[in-house]
């Protein structure tokens, strides 16, 4: 299915033959006292060669890659392992893949020094220097990422080693920095008097109110430090001249940046949506949480997209000002966003059609970097700590704990695209991403006179019908949060109700199919009933077995992406382990088996449908649930009765419908587990609720499933985990975002204040 450009959007194919796809690994290794936090550990890249195949089949031409100093040369050059970077290497040249070599990346290289460290520069020289002996056909080099960024965070703000809190401390880091970069490329050049050097950092942009112009002017010179210090830039000139004397430079060293100047051959900008900050003197406007004090100055301090009513013009500008500046040829080397999958690849087609943009207007961009390939863990909070929060890039390592290789994304599919030249395929590249959707804002909207965003390259996608994903189920739990969720997610779809779609008569889908003209369809509703369904199997056969059928026929005749939901209940209770997606079934009862036999049905009938087993769902926008009857009830003193007999996996309803809409747009089929990893009874699971919710457990009642009056069996234990990947965050993570997200709606419809009963009964 190919989606047409728009017409005043920049074309993928004819104008792009010189903009080139690269690809990036993220590789921190960040030192927090004296822990190393290193991102290829947790990615496992460390330990598979084969992600080099991985990488070359999407299309790139080359790939930021690392031969880390910490890693490699920990006890210095002459104990280094070469062993990783010359099997790595060498295999990404035979595949075509051009490596761009980073030594420090995030880090501050081995224990015994650091980035203020007045022999850093020469020790990582000597290092520089060793890596381009032993691989003289090596080309691109980033000695240093981030030079500027890595400074702040290191010595300005304290986050990284050696956690400087003043300004004396950034601008000694960086200065380091600088020089280290110098050095190495002078010691590479040796080798190879071809050497180029790539110099990234984070293409940064400062706006805010009058009242701090003085700050964002600040800022906004600030940013180009380590670039202007290459460039021998720096003289009694520049506007940050006595800035950088008043914060312990000296003339000497930095006049030997001017007699000691390194251009980087490709100027490497690194653009996130936290790229461009909106500064307000008015701090109690904003959450606390982006409210500062600056030189005195307190301030809200906050991403632009969140604040400003009118959308900023994004990376285009920018790279237009780095050209005016350095008139150096450009690559964007970090092209990513922490979002569902649809804005990502929103994101990455915006940079591209930036890119292409540039380029007209007479800007050398060579390159775009899609980051992090193996995506990345815990920058949420600037790897400080292992959360395991983590956000995929085109491949999701979180299937490798169970032995599976990364698994592509979309992201891999528009890369493949984008390197190919072929139409960009998939639908859901039609709509805009968040940073330019209304509801977008954390605090009021502020006004300003930026420039409006180029239509050009905000508008991708031009189509006389935007296809939307159909749902059936309108009227139930599962139907009406993805009716919710997608359009927060602005994803277009129709939730349609038995009258408007009747999954079991094949008339009826046809006529929606036709009528709606949509790219996937979502079963979201069935018979739901389990101890009515003992009694009435024959209707809970139809609805849960024949109408998953003839969607799936009509999908797999029109082309279309299908996604149905099956249950826990296929299991018989036998094991003591959570249930893998291979493991036998034996339903006990009639709704576990119409949806075994739904499974079959569905996956003999389409092959490419996708099929989610689930469990026990919780949610924050209807009564019923199992966590909600129990606060209900408990947090007024009532009593509750839950069965401590019973092994089941809570699912929290907005995972599962962000996850199960990630997995639709990745094209992914066969049967998935997923739920919240534990596995807890459900007495355990009330008590959860409980201690998330500040709620006394006191009058809970822990009871045998014997005596709760079920008229159909249950297995005693039927927790699922996944032999594919466990894609949804913990039970007690999803527990405390259901409090909030029931506080919300409470504030939000006026039924009650936290604390009291109403909070719960939203």
Same mark, same amino acid.
């Given at each position: 299915?190919?989606?047409?450009?728009?017409? /005043?959007?920049?074309?993928?194919?004819?104008?792009?033959?010189?903009?080139?796809?690269?690809?990036?690994?993220?590789?921190?290794?960040?030192?927090?006292?004296?822990?190393?936090?290193?991102?290829m550990?947790?990615?496992?890249?460390?330990e598979?060669?084969?992600?080099?195949?991985?990488?070359?089949?999407?299309?790139?031409?080359?790939?930021?890659?690392?031969?880390?100093?910490?890693?490699?040369?920990?006890?210095?050059?002459?104990?280094?392992?070469?062993?990783?970077?010359?099997?790595?290497?060498?295999?990404?040249?035979?595949?075509?893949?051009?490596?761009?070599?980073g030594?420090?990346?995030?880090?501050?290289?081995?224990?015994?020094t650091?980035?203020?460290?007045?022999?850093?520069?020469?020790?990582?020289?000597?290092?520089?220097?060793?890596?381009?002996?032993?691989?003289?056909?090596?080309?691109?080099?980033?000695?240093?990422?981030?030079?500027?960024t890595t400074?702040?965070?290191?010595?300005?703000?304290?986050?990284?080693?050696?956690?400087?809190?003043?300004?004396?401390?950034?601008?000694?880091?960086?200065?380091?920095?600088?020089?280290?970069?110098?050095?190495?490329?002078?010691?590479?050049?040796?080798?190879?008097?071809?050497?180029?050097?790539?110099?990234?950092?984070?293409?940064?942009?400062?706006?805010?109110?009058?009242?701090?112009?003085?700050?964002?002017?600040?800022?906004?010179?600030?940013?180009?430090?380590?670039?202007?210090?290459?460039?021998?830039?720096?003289?009694?000139?520049?506007k940050?001249?006595?800035?950088?004397?008043? %914060?312990g430079a000296?003339?000497?060293?930095?006049?030997?940046?001017?007699?000691?100047?390194?251009p980087?051959?490709v100027?490497?900008?690194?653009?996130?949506?936290?790229?461009?900050?909106?500064?307000?003197?008015?701090?109690e406007?904003?959450?606390e949480?982006?409210r500062?004090?600056?030189?005195?100055?307190?301030?809200?301090?906050?991403?632009?997209?969140?604040?400003?009513?009118?959308?900023?013009?994004? =990376?285009?500008?920018?790279?237009?000002?780095?050209?005016?500046?350095?008139?150096l040829?450009?690559? =964007?080397?970090?092209?990513?966003?922490d979002?569902?999958?649809?804005?990502q690849?929103?994101?990455?087609?915006?940079?591209?059609?930036?890119?292409l943009?540039?380029?007209?207007?007479?800007?050398d961009?060579?390159?775009v970097?899609?980051?992090?390939?193996?995506?990345?863990?815990?920058?949420?909070?600037l790897?400080?700590?292992?959360?395991?929060?983590?956000?995929?890039?085109?491949?999701?390592?979180?299937?490798?704990?169970?032995?599976?290789?990364?698994?592509?994304?979309?992201?891999?599919?528009?890369?493949?695209e984008?390197a190919?030249?072929?139409?960009?395929?998939?639908p859901?590249l039609?709509?805009?991403?968040?940073?330019?959707?209304?509801?977008?804002?954390?605090?009021?909207?502020?006004?300003?006179?930026?420039?409006?965003?180029?239509?050009?390259?905000?508008?991708?996608?031009?189509?006389?019908?935007?296809?939307? =994903?159909?749902?059936?189920?309108?009227n139930?739990?599962?139907?009406?949060?993805?009716k919710?969720?997608?359009?927060?997610?602005?994803?277009?779809?129709?939730?349609?109700?038995?009258?408007?779609?009747?999954?079991?008569?094949?008339?009826?889908?046809?006529?929606?199919?036709?009528?709606?003209?949509?790219?996937?369809?979502?079963?979201?509703?069935?018979?739901?009933?389990?101890?009515e369904?003992?009694?009435?199997?024959?209707?809970?056969m139809r609805?849960?077995?024949?109408g998953?059928?003839?969607?799936a026929?009509?999908?797999?005749?029109?082309?279309?992406?299908?996604?149905?939901?099956?249950?826990?209940?296929?299991?018989?209770?036998?094991?003591?382990r959570?249930?893998?997606?291979?493991?036998?079934v034996?339903p006990?009862?009639?709704?576990?088996?119409?949806?075994?036999?739904?499974?079959?049905?569905?996956?003999?009938?389409?092959?490419?449908?996708?099929? =989610?087993?689930?469990?026990?769902?919780?949610?924050?926008?209807? /009564?019923?649930?199992?966590?909600t /009857?129990?606060?209900?009830a408990?947090?007024?003193?009532?009593?509750?009765?839950?069965?401590?007999?019973?092994?089941?996996?809570?699912?929290?309803?907005?995972?599962?419908?962000?996850?199960?809409?990630?997995?639709?747009?990745?094209?992914?089929?066969?049967?998935?587990?997923?739920?919240n990893?534990?596995?807890v009874?459900?007495?355990?699971?009330a008590?959860?609720a409980?201690?998330?919710?500040g709620?006394?457990?006191?009058r809970l009642?822990?009871?045998? %499933?014997?005596?709760?009056?079920?008229?159909? /069996?249950?297995?005693?234990?039927?927790a699922?985990g996944?032999?594919?990947?466990?894609?949804?965050?913990?039970?007690?993570?999803?527990?405390?975002?259901?409090?909030?997200?029931?506080?919300?709606r409470?504030?939000?419809?006026?039924?009650?204040?936290p604390?009291e009963?109403?909070?719960y009964?939203?």
């Open positions: 299915m190919d989606i047409h450009h728009d017409s /005043q959007s920049v074309s993928t194919s004819d104008s792009s033959s010189d903009l080139a796809l690269w690809g990036g690994l993220e590789c921190t290794v960040n030192r927090v006292r004296d822990n190393y936090f290193s991102q550990d947790r990615n496992g890249h460390a598979r060669l084969q992600d080099i195949e991985r990488f070359a089949s999407l299309g790139i031409k080359a790939i930021r890659y690392p031969v880390l100093w910490e890693r490699t040369a920990p006890d210095g050059v002459d104990r280094a392992d070469w062993s990783w970077p010359d099997e790595r290497l060498p295999a990404l040249r035979a595949l075509g893949v051009n490596p761009i070599v030594l420090v990346h995030h880090g501050s290289g081995p224990r015994h650091s980035l203020i460290d007045p022999n850093f520069p020469d020790l990582l020289a000597e290092y520089a220097g060793a890596v381009a002996a032993r691989y003289p056909w090596v080309e691109y080099y980033t000695p240093v990422n981030e030079i500027c400074a702040r965070f290191s010595g300005l703000n304290g986050v990284w080693y050696p956690h400087g809190g003043d300004e004396a401390t950034f601008i000694r880091a960086l200065l380091t920095q600088c020089k280290a970069t110098v050095l190495s490329m002078r010691a590479i050049r040796a080798v190879n008097p071809d050497a180029k050097l790539v110099q990234t950092d984070d293409l940064s942009k400062t706006y805010g109110t009058p009242e701090m112009e003085e700050i964002t002017g600040f800022f906004n010179e600030r940013r180009w430090l380590a670039w202007d210090l290459l460039c021998g830039m720096v003289d009694d000139g520049h940050l001249w006595n800035y950088l004397l008043e %914060s000296t003339e000497d060293e930095l006049r030997w940046f001017r007699e000691n100047p390194c980087p051959d100027m490497g900008v690194n653009y996130y949506i936290t790229s461009e900050r909106w500064l307000d003197h008015r701090p406007r904003y959450p949480t982006h500062h004090v600056y030189r005195g100055a307190p301030h809200a301090d906050i991403e632009a997209p969140r604040a400003l009513a009118t959308p900023t013009p994004g =990376i285009g500008p920018l790279l237009m000002e780095t050209w005016e500046r350095y008139g040829p450009i690559a =964007i080397t970090e092209a990513h966003i979002a569902n999958r649809e804005d690849l929103r994101w990455l087609v915006e940079i591209w059609n930036a890119a943009k540039a380029r007209q207007q007479g800007a961009v060579r390159a970097t899609v980051w992090a390939l193996l995506g990345s863990f815990d920058w949420n909070c790897v400080t700590e292992c959360r395991g929060y983590y956000e995929p890039g085109p491949f999701d390592v979180r299937g490798a704990t169970f032995g599976n290789a990364p698994r592509p994304t979309a992201v891999a599919t528009l890369m493949r984008l190919s030249k072929r139409p960009l395929s998939n859901v039609q709509g805009e991403g968040w940073w330019r959707r209304p509801g977008r804002f954390l605090c009021k909207p502020v006004a300003t006179r930026l420039a409006v965003a180029d239509i050009a390259v905000r508008s991708q996608f031009k189509s006389t019908h935007v296809q939307p =994903i159909l749902i059936s189920g309108a139930g739990t599962l139907g009406s949060a993805f919710r969720i997608c359009e927060k997610r602005n994803l277009a779809c129709h939730v349609l109700t038995r009258q408007e779609m009747d999954i079991t008569d094949p008339a009826s889908v046809e006529a929606a199919i036709v009528r709606f003209k949509p790219w996937a369809i979502i079963n979201a509703g069935g018979y739901v009933r389990v101890d369904a003992e009694g009435d199997e024959e209707r809970c609805e849960n077995t024949l998953p059928t003839v969607l026929l009509a999908c797999i005749r029109h082309g279309l992406r299908f996604m149905t939901f099956s249950t826990d209940l296929v299991f018989d209770g036998a094991k003591d959570p249930y893998l997606e291979s493991d036998p034996n006990l009862g009639a709704y576990g088996r119409s949806k075994f036999e739904a499974e079959q049905r569905v996956l003999e009938a389409d092959p490419q449908a996708l099929v =989610i087993r689930t469990s026990s769902f919780f949610g924050p926008w209807d /009564q019923h649930n199992f966590v /009857q129990a606060l209900n408990l947090d007024i003193g009532l009593p509750f009765q839950a069965a401590g007999d019973v092994t089941v996996s809570p699912t929290y309803v907005p995972d599962l419908v962000n996850v199960s809409l990630d997995l639709l747009i990745d094209r992914e089929r066969g049967i998935w587990h997923l739920a990893a534990d596995a009874s459900w007495a355990e699971l008590r959860r409980c201690v998330a919710a709620v006394s457990s006191e009642e822990e009871v045998s %499933s014997a005596s709760c009056g079920y008229t159909a /069996q249950r297995p005693a234990y039927s699922l996944s032999e594919r990947a466990m894609l949804l965050p913990p039970l007690d993570d999803a527990l405390k975002r259901y409090v909030v997200a029931v506080q919300e409470a504030n939000e419809v006026g039924t009650g204040q604390g009963a109403a909070h009964a939203s």
